[in-house]
């Protein structure tokens, strides 16, 4: 159950895991903007996560490490299938970490240490056997270079987010700007001149990023070139293979032979 994620922090617990497993839905799982009085790090095995907190957007892709810092009003939509693992953080530590939402590209040491914390009998450890194991997570962290994060400024406008969460959840949707602006009832001009105010790139642009969102998140999953290329609404192989290119300087199969 998606609700799982909010399981509060036992005051006197270092860590409360918790974790998520739930089939898509249209236009992705909405989570509804809210504050936790404690962190939250959540590592994400299936599904793209899109969280939003104040202008910042971050993008979490399977593979990554997200955090929400304490007393942050944030809100996240999920798409694809939603699988991950959460770890609510006591108040008290979450100084240790950034103040700021961000991300780590996850590794098969954070990897193994969120299974640890999240196997029932975690509660009942040591506390100086917890505190060690997130001391190493912290250290691990520490020497993750970059932040996984690729950009996707979202609109503030609610027809504008209607917009940008059907194109993330049918990346392959071919409608054009004219088509786009008849179903939200406003002209080509004044929809095109809105979306690049509130996200600062062209409505192009932003389909083009947001299809590459959603591929990486299938080629994680294990999808073929060509399966994730026509998945996501490119005519051909070698248009999405230039486009991705483009934008990580590298083909897929680099990309992913790299995160590996």
Known sequence: MLEAAAAPTLPDVLLTPSSVRRRRESKGISVPAHVHQEGMLVLVHEGLVVVQSGGRVLSVL?????????GVLHGARWFGEARGSFLHVHPGICGRLPPVCRSWP????????????????????PPSYQAQLFDVLLE??????????????????????????TLLDTPDDTAGIDEWAHRLNMSSRTLMRRFRRETGVTLGQWRQQARLLRALEMLFRGGSVTQVA???????????????????????????????
């Open 106 to 125: 996850s590794s098969r040491l954070i990897e193994a240490l969120v299974e640890r914390f999240t196997q029932g009998a975690w509660q009942d450890a």
């Open 140 to 165: 691990e962290l520490r020497q993750r270079s970059g932040e996984a994060c690729v950009p996707l400024p979202m609109p503030a406008d609610p027809r504008l987010q209607e917009l940008a969460n």
């Open 62 to 70: 399977p593979g990554t490490l997200g955090w929400v810092p304490p």
């Open 230 to 260: 026509l998945s996501v609404g490119y005519e051909s192989t070698s248009a999405f293979i230039g486009s991705f290119r483009t934008a990580f300087g590298m083909t897929p199969t680099r990309y992913l032979a790299g995160r590996a």
